[in-house]
């Protein structure tokens, strides 16, 4: 088979997938090259599953309230499979008044920058979400945010660019771009040579070390988060939860599971063993987080919990940009942890951008070159 | 052994067998046919597999149908069973109770 792509897609997460079954739709020719054996196996499958316009940054805001009104709420009859997508409005809860300060913050800036978000008071939260505890004494409701399963999401578009055609290569890890008369062309992986026309790198935190073989860096970190999982419950709510303590968040999903993530408070120093391994504090820690505020779920047997990796940029927002010094060159990385929510939408946008065409959104908030020091 | 890395190589087509409804996870309820049409999908790896029919993420984890979808799934992809590695095994190893897992006192 040809080793040569019109586009090639580092990394087969929901972000290349997505950009990959874009370009398909358009008639590109598309190769992704993924490292790992399984398709979309970083944080593509291991986040919360939430679909949230509220607590977003604002440069990141109109992205995500392009893909909750265009994109997601037909997702699943695109791709002609269940990627579980609910919008039954996002809850992020209180408890004390300093709580209350928090979350009054958020709610205006989020109404400031054009989002339909509200304060609800504890009553009338326990109204959408019966099963909370008493102790709720506020919240912020955003009713058109929500929820899908990342897991099918992330093989959804797979599945899909694959039947259009596109070629996915797994296990095949990729060493470094290589620029052939000032453009980028040649992609190196440990067993090949590949080229393209132009290169989407969409690696999560690997980005880094691949943009550095053709000189640009990413500022970004990597954090490791955990998630865990209950065994099925009744059929209770379907809101998004969050708090403003961030104690933790989740959701019910179709399977009848609540999916809950959280953290332990040391997740910038946990041993990883280069492994996205859970540690022993953190899912205790995060149940304890729940009880206080869903007392009726003590009983809910966990199941599962894991980890995962953030590509935390220094500023929490992603970098989806072309590159000047390296043309035919486009990053996609640094999604700090909210990227799945907005995944439809950047892939809609990287496939318009790697075909020339003028982008719906304007992405300029994302440049690459926008680090600058402190003074 | 042929490479499995290229999602685009070609099996052959899916043809139904005499028993693709015998269910196969038991606490998911996932039938064979299932299991093998997620191969024809394009789930080359039991990580996959699991991941698109939840096989293996009920309450006992994969330790009844583990062995079983495994060899399902190396059939149809033509692969030795040796060639698959098993999915992850994530903590806790028995399901426990929230209000178990988030007491960490010592007893009296």
Known sequence: ?375 | MKERNDRSVSFGAYLPEADDGTIICRCEEITKGEIRRAVHDGMFTLTEIRRYLRTGMGLCQGQTCGALVKRIVAKELGVSQAELEPATSRAPMRPIEMRILGNERREA
């Open chain 1, 1 to 375: 088979m040809s080793n040569h792509a019109d586009v090639i897609v580092i990394g087969g997460g929901i972000i290349g997938n997505a950009t990959a079954y874009y370009l398909a739709k358009k008639g590109c020719s598309v190769l992704v090259l993924e490292k790992s054996k399984h398709m979309g196996d970083g944080g593509s499958s291991r986040n919360g599953g939430g679909v949230r316009q509220s607590g977003r940054d604002k440069r990141e805001l109109p992205l995500a309230i392009y893909g909750v009104k265009n994109l997601w709420p037909n997702l699943s009859n695109e791709l002609g499979m269940d990627v579980e997508y609910y919008q039954e409005g996002n809850l992020r809860l209180g408890k004390t008044d300093a709580h209350i300060k928090i979350l009054e913050g958020l709610t205006q800036r989020a109404r400031e920058s054009g989002l339909d978000v509200n304060m609800i008071t504890g009553a009338q939260a326990k109204e959408i979400c019966p099963y909370l505890s008493d102790e709720v004494i506020g919240a912020s409701w955003c009713p058109t945010d929500g929820h899908a399963n990342p897991m099918l999401a992330t093989l959804a578009y797979y599945r899909k660019a694959r039947q259009l055609g596109v070629r996915f290569i797994t296990d095949e890890e990729v060493i470094e771009i290589r620029k052939i008369k000032g453009k980028a062309k040649q992609v190196v992986t440990k067993n090949n040579l590949y080229e393209g026309d132009t290169i989407i790198l969409a690696a999560g935190y690997d980005s880094r070390k691949i943009a550095a073989t053709v000189g640009v860096d990413v500022l970004m970190t990597q954090a490791l988060l955990e998630v865990l999982v209950t065994e099925a419950q009744p059929p209770m709510f379907y809101q998004m939860l969050g708090t403003a303590a961030a104690d933790f968040y989740g959701h019910q999903s179709t399977h009848g599971s609540f999916v809950f993530g959280g953290s332990s408070g040391y997740e910038g120093v946990n041993k990883d063993n280069s492994t996205p391994v859970t540690n022993s504090l953190t899912a205790s820690c995060i149940c304890r987080g729940i009880m206080k505020y869903f007392p009726c779920l003590e009983e809910a047997k966990i199941v599962r919990s894991w980890a995962g990796w953030i590509d935390d940029c220094v500023d929490h927002i992603p970098v989806i940009s072309k590159v000047e010094e390296v043309p035919g060159l486009i990053l996609a990385c640094g999604f700090s942890g909210h990227g799945f929510g907005i995944s439809p939408t950047v892939g809609m946008l990287l496939s318009q951008m790697a075909m020339g065409e003028e982008t719906t959104l304007d992405v300029k908030d994302f440049r690459y070159d926008r680090f600058k020091a402190k003074i």
